[in-house]
């Protein structure tokens, strides 16, 4: 999977919303596999070695813009977007950009369940001949009524099957708050049409309250479970600074673009859970409801997180034969430092380091098909037990992960489509029958991804993508888990969006999606 952390907003890590992402402050949401990927370098967390996706914000546009968005979908949901951008001074040098949203009124579809969410953010921007600068801010505001519980199993017995989606699966008091504010700024200076310096400052403040019937324990295959109320608070505050180069120049036929970077990422949190009241035994297909406890007092957030990442690299982009043979290489030395706490008190203290290659490359058989092949190496933080865990704020060690990719693409202009082969590397974590969160061995992603994008015909744009995994755990203790699929990983992923400009109504476009996984 790939942390929040590692997601770049317009190239710069940890600096957007750590669970749930608003994309209507955005222009486009970038997915770049294959070498393109490593251009942005690797994550804090390295979870982009199979791949980046960067998020470009809006701008203020040279043309004025109103626009407003009115949504609706089943069971009551409804929602409204505006997004006004204009461009003034001189030349149009300052631009301004605001988007406000929001969302809710009715239910998911399932009963108990409604989500509400809202969004505001605004960005200034100065475009000058060799000065550029941009300020982001934004704040999102989520609301979880009847927020679903997680269920975790013992040992022994078959997975029992979901229940229907038609029946309540939350108590009815069950609820999640969630509150995220970032600021980005960023500044570019042209030393000559050749050479750039930047510099980014940013970060984002998390917070998250949640009442619900705690993390549930099913203890046979007919679904029967326990759960026990709960309350859970916490807080994490994120912060990224960045400086940079970038030149461009000839050696002979080779033409070389060349980033060196120096970024730091460092992140903290605290956080409290407290129970209600007392355990209760239910079933997922005939559930148990119970009033709510009375919520307890006293208790204070504790810090579990404090870490910090340090990283140089440096980064060459190479074309030659006549552009169409494109190699990049890449060398990144990281220093990671993270704190374990009990309590709020630390009691130890992870120090490592490593220089992790990325290389990559790319050729053109024909204008519009390409082959590639590309291998990264990352310093990942280790994973840290939850406070629903035996052993919470126990952080493991950092581990180094590593990917390799090979494909082919063609790009036709307005319609592309691509195929790959990839296999990854890391470690394997998950919460065992005593409720003790371990690492045990390594899991080893391997499989195919096909894709295809682009207007299939006049006015139907479609968007496909299938990925087939095979993903096992190896290296396991006593080899116990051998062999075994690893969590969290579908066999088989399918999404499609398509989207249809209706010609008898100018302005007027119908979109639809499907995803299925299994």
Partial sequence: ?????????????????????????????????????????IGPNSTTTGGTINLVPKRGTDVPLTRLTLSASSHGQAGAHLDAGRRFGPDNQWG???????????????????????????????????????????????????????????EGFALPAPPSTTQAISQSWDRSDTKSSSVVSRVEYDITPDSTVFGVLGGVDYEESNVNAGSTRITTAS????????????????????????????????????????????GDGSSLSQTMGSAFTSNLYNPVFIAQPALPTGGRLARFQDATSDSVAVMDSMHLLENRLHLIGGLRYQRLSIGEFAAGVEQRRYEQTATAPSLAASYRLAPSLSVYANYAEGLSQGPVAGGSTANAGKVFPPFKGKQIEAGVKYDGGSFGASASLFQIRQPVSFVNGTNFLVVDGE????????????????????????????????????????????????????????????????????????????
Avoid at 4 to 24: L, M, P
Avoid at 117 to 123: F, K, N, Y
Avoid at 477 to 492: R, S
């Fill in 443 to 518: 899991q080893r992603n391997r499989g195919l991804e096909l894709s295809i994008y682009g207007e299939v015909a006049k006015n139907l744009r479609l968007n496909a993508g299938l990925a087939l995994s095979d993903a096992v755990q190896s290296k396991t203790l006593n080899g116990a888990n051998d062999g075994k699929k690893a969590i969290g990983i579908p066999d088989h992923t399918l999404v499609v969006q398509g989207e249809w400009d209706i010609a008898a109504l100018p302005g007027l476009t119908a979109i639809g999606r499907l995803t299925k996984v299994s």
């Fill in 96 to 154: 301004v950009r605001v988007n406000a949203a929001t969302r809710g009124g009715g239910s998911t579809g399932v009963p108990n369940e409604k989500v509400g969410i809202d969004h505001l953010s605004a960005a200034i921007d100065y475009a000058g001949e060799k000065l550029r600068a941009s300020l982001d801010v934004a704040q999102n505001q989520r609301q979880f009524d009847g927020f679903p519980q997680f269920h975790r199993f013992n």
């Fill in 1 to 41: 999977p790939m942390l929040s952390q590692d997601i770049s907003f317009n190239e710069t890590f940890a600096v957007v919303d750590t669970r749930r992402i608003a994309v209507e402050q955005f222009e486009r949401i970038e997915v770049l596999k294959g070498p393109s990927a490593l251009l942005n370098g």
């Fill in 223 to 266: 679904g029967n479970f326990t759960a026990q109320p709960s309350i859970f608070q916490t807080n994490s505050a994120l912060r990224s600074g960045e400086l940079g180069w970038r030149v461009r120049f000839d050696t002979g036929p080779v033409k070389h673009r060349v980033v060196l970077g120096y970024s730091r990422v460092t």
